[in-house]
């Protein structure tokens, strides 16, 4: 009964009872994975680093502990995934993606790195931030 209510009211005030489609906002901060992804298996961490705030403010934090502005994580990329083989190719599974207000989404997702001697997985939060109209990653956690 609660069913045909449900139903009832959507059809009734002209509401969709379909998932909606990602909105413009949404469209652009999966494109940013999207990039990063791309960037990341071309072994382009330049590229891959453009979704990140390039400010000493952005954060950081990985199994080492916090990395604070866009340099120094560049730096610990560069220092850590030096070559295309370390690199070896990213996906993304991204699991969740919320607005938390007009400027600010958070997602959380999983990352997956295969390599020729290994495969490494873990998960990931990170928070955007839309700045000028642009969405950045302010605070990145991979674990």
């Known amino acids: 009964m609660h069913r045909v209510l449900f139903i009832f009211f959507c059809l009734g005030a002209g509401v969709s009872c379909t998932p909606q489609s990602p909105t413009a906002d ?7 994975m999207d990039k990063q992804v791309n960037c990341w298996n071309e072994g382009d ?4 680093m453009e979704g990140y705030l390039q400010s000493d403010s952005l954060m950081f934090i990985g199994k080492n502990g916090i990395t604070y502005g866009y340099q120094n994580t560049l730096d610990r990329y560069h220092k850590n995934y030096p070559d295309r083989q370390t690199m070896g190719t990213l996906s993304f599974n991204i699991l969740h993606l919320n607005r938390l207000s007009p400027e600010y989404y958070a997602m959380i997702g999983q990352w997956n790195l295969d390599r020729e001697t290994d495969n490494l997985q873990g998960y990931f939060s ?18």
Do not use: P, Q, T, Y
């Open 45 to 48: 961490l330049d590229g891959f």
């Open 26 to 32: 949404e469209k652009s901060i999966l494109a940013i």
């Open 126 to 143: 990170l928070l955007f931030k839309k700045i000028n109209s642009r969405w950045v990653i302010i605070k990145d956690h991979s674990s």
